[in-house]
């Protein structure tokens, strides 16, 4: 599984998680911000999650609007930290 | 003298090195206003962050051991733990100038406004960029422990519209500073050893060094402080209870009733028995919580553990102080008694730091529920 699929999934079961009616499928490049689909507990929940599973930290300079526009942008904040970590 | 609860042998040294240290100074501090009795903690090294958050814990609990002011030892907790530790580990050691470390300069986390605190992303006060890369910074934070008496603020300010997660960025804002005006001290119940007030900001310039991290990192930042604050704040309580039960074990030994002594009723005993296991119970939490900060574990990782904790330790703080206010008496409500009951402390832990209630939402999230603040 690429990482970006990965991510895919991780983002969007933490939605789902968070979520009180249905949601529809999460693609790489869903806006998730401008949609609402993203609050403040939401994204710190995906950092907290992208930290467990993919063993990175993400810096706080990182956890920016720049970085959570999409899952396609997220990864590119995730992944050249991911490479150094192995 | 009773056992100190929970705790091994190397902590419980380290606990009794620190109240020996501050019990000549702890004398001073009565009535004293607030800048006189941080002197003179820092006059005697008790203001520096030791290395690991653990021994942070112990030196406090050994201030309050020392019968060192709560609100001093909650003050410090929060200067060491709430705003210095989560600033140097999220922007690294050079973020704070070193008269911070060794208590010279104070430091205050304004973020609550007088429209709220829980809800920070409608919070209104406001930083404009200008072409020169500065800041332009207006409005005003309240309800502020130790705005009166510090020399910095960690101010998070709107940078963009609307109530999105990335609209608020931190700042490190010199109180010195043309166009910052403070408010008089409130006239605060709870801890009143540490002042609070408000701070107005009217056009502030704020150089673009002093902002920190990115626009839109305050969301980070301020998970991150607010963490730290409900995994340890709560240790500031430790000291003040072993000493409110060690006095309420001298008490019930000491005092005769119905020609026995207090102690030998079996419902004074159960109310003992239940003090003891509060303390036990919040020792074990915040001793917990610090050395898994200590092991490294990100702090964002362990948001709902700091949640828990800080409900916990709350709650069983009050219910402990209830307890001895109950075994004190009228004495409880006589000032200088020996047996003065402090209340307001207590309660105010479900208050600050987030309310309880909202940490619960914390809590229900983390678990999987899709509830909403």
């Known amino acids: 599984m690429t990482d970006l699929e990965r991510l895919r999934a991780l983002v969007e079961r933490v939605i789902r998680e968070s979520a009180s009616g249905p949601v529809e499928p999460i693609e790489p490049d869903t806006p998730l911000l401008i949609s609402g689909l993203l609050d403040s507990l939401t994204i710190m929940k995906i ?26 942008a997220l990864c590119r904040a995730v992944a050249p930290e991911q490479t150094v970590a192995r | 003298m009773t056992a100190p609860l ?30 006189t009795a941080w002197k003179a903690l820092g006059a005697h090294g008790l203001l520096t962050d030791p290395e690991s958050v653990l021994d942070g814990i112990a030196m406090i609990e050994g201030l309050g051991r ?3 002011p709560a609100g001093l030892c909650y003050a410090l907790t929060s200067q060491l733990f709430g705003v210095q530790r989560p600033l140097r580990a999220a922007l690294g050691e050079a973020v704070l100038p070193d008269a911070v470390r060794s208590g010279e300069l104070v430091l205050c986390h304004a973020l609550t406004e007088d429209e709220g605190g829980s809800d920070p992303l409608s919070m209104r006060t406001s930083a404009v960029r200008r072409e020169d890369g500065s800041f332009r910074l207006n409005g005003r934070k309240s309800f502020i422990t130790a705005a009166p008496v510090a020399d910095l603020a960690l101010v998070f300010a709107r940078t963009e519209e609307g109530n999105h997660p990335f609209a608020l ?24 050893e540490v002042p609070m007030g408000a701070l107005e900001f009217t056009e502030v310039h704020v150089p673009a060094e002093r902002m920190l991290g990115e626009p839109g990192s305050g969301l980070a930042l301020l998970t991150a402080t607010t963490a730290w604050e409900r995994s340890v704040l709560l240790g500031y309580a430790l000291g003040p209870m072993q000493r409110v039960l060690d006095r309420t074990v001298s008490w019930a030994r000491d005092r005769s009733q119905f020609g026995r002594p ?41 948001a709902g553990e700091a949640a828990l904790t800080k409900i916990s330790v709350s709650q069983d703080y009050i219910a402990f102080t209830e307890h001895a206010t109950a075994l004190g008496g009228v004495r409880s409500f006589v000032a ?7 209340l ?27 509830v909403q603040n």
């Open chain 2, 336 to 342: 200088g008694s020996g047996l003065t009951a402090e």
């Open chain 2, 169 to 192: 960025t931190p700042f490190l804002v010199d109180l010195d500073a043309e166009g910052v005006t403070r408010t008089e001290a409130f006239g605060k119940l709870a801890l009143p």
């Open chain 2, 6 to 35: 929970g705790l091994d042998g190397a902590l419980e040294q380290r606990v009794l090195a620190a109240r020996q240290r501050a019990e000549p100074v702890a004398a001073e501090l009565s009535g004293a206003d607030f800048r």
């Open chain 2, 66 to 68: 020392a019968g060192v």
């Open chain 2, 344 to 370: 307001f402390g207590p309660l105010a832990g479900l208050v600050y730091a987030g309310p309880n209630d909202l940490l619960r939402v914390t809590v229900a999230r983390e678990l999987g529920l899709p």
């Open chain 2, 262 to 302: 207090m102690g030998a009723s079996q419902l004074v005993a159960g109310r003992v028995a239940e003090m003891a296991m509060a303390l036990w119970r919040s020792r074990g939490l915040v001793y917990g919580i610090a050395r898994r900060l200590d092991d490294g574990e990100s702090i964002r990782r362990l």
């Open chain 1, 47 to 72: 950092v907290g999650e992208i930290e467990r599973e993919h063993g990175v930290r993400l810096g706080d300079a990182e956890i920016v609007a720049a970085n959570f526009r999409d899952v396609r």
